[in-house]
T-cell receptor
Framework: GEDVEQSLFLSVREGDSSVINCTYTDSSSTYLYWYKQEPGAGLQLLTYIFSNMDMKQDQRLTVLLNKKDKHLSLRIADTQTGDSAIYFCAESVQGGSYIPTFGRGTSLIVHP | DVKVTQSSRYLVKRTGEKVFLECVQDMDHENMFWYRQDPGLGLRLIYFSYDVKMKEKGDIPEGYSVSREKKERFSLILESASTNQTSMYLC???????????????FGAGSRLTVL
């Protein structure tokens, strides 16, 4: 079955880049997602990538996928205090269970 | 703007009480989900439903039940609340029918339940 791992905390200075990492275990055709949860709110989808892609960019966000190592990263350029949130990595398998499996979430703290 | 609405943001209940958490979506989505979120444990799936009157157990169904009488509404029921059910409960919905596309979930704002 799927298993998604991510570190629990990341602290960065405002203006720096943040890189949040995630590893997944399933080797099938897979969708990989990044969600953001601001304090007191539900999760919002930031972006997703299919496992036949290496990279996806959307404004300040860059997703990189290393299929060989089953490693996914989310890079936030020019990190702002408003980016402080919990970031969840998730995976769903094409042709298998379509229910996403979530990681435990990485709390990003941005210092002024 | 598409929405998943959870009727209660904060609830305080006593041990042994029956608790209903309501969730409504206005997107005509097929799938609905209930998760609980605890610090350090992330999101754990309690139950999900892929159609009206259909339900499937998730990873932690014990102590919970669900009801989906209408497509837009998915209720989570705690028959006899216990202190270890104090948590944040998140409802979500999605359109995907398992046909091979991405399964993007839309989440509600959450219901924080405290059981005393």
């Amino acid at each position: 079955g799927e298993d998604v791992e991510q570190s629990l905390f990341l602290s960065v200075r405002e203006g720096d880049s943040s890189v949040i990492n995630c590893t997944y275990t399933d080797s099938s055709s897979t969708y990989l997602y990044w969600y953001k949860q601001e304090p007191g709110a539900g999760l919002q989808l930031l972006t997703y990538i299919f496992s036949n892609m290496d990279m996806k960019q959307d404004q300040r966000l860059t997703v990189l996928l290393n299929k060989k190592d089953k490693h996914l990263s989310l890079r936030i350029a020019d990190t702002q205090t408003g980016d402080s949130a919990i970031y969840f990595c998730a995976e769903s398998v094409q042709g298998g269970s379509y229910i996403p499996t979530f990681g435990r979430g990485t709390s990003l703290i941005v210092h002024p | 703007d598409v929405k998943v609405t959870q009727s209660s943001r904060y609830l305080v209940k006593r041990t042994g009480e029956k608790v209903f958490l309501e969730c409504v979506q206005d997107m005509d989505h097929e799938n609905m989900f209930w998760y609980r979120q605890d610090p350090g444990l992330g999101l754990r799936l309690i139950y999900f439903s892929y159609d009206v009157k259909m339900k499937e157990k998730g990873d932690i169904p014990e102590g919970y039940s669900v009801s989906r009488e209408k497509k837009e509404r998915f209720s989570l029921i705690l028959e006899s609340a216990s202190t270890n059910q104090t948590s944040m409960y998140l409802c979500a919905s999605s359109w995907d029918r398992g046909l091979g596309g991405a399964n993007v979930l839309t989440f509600g704002a959450g219901s924080r339940l405290t059981v005393l």
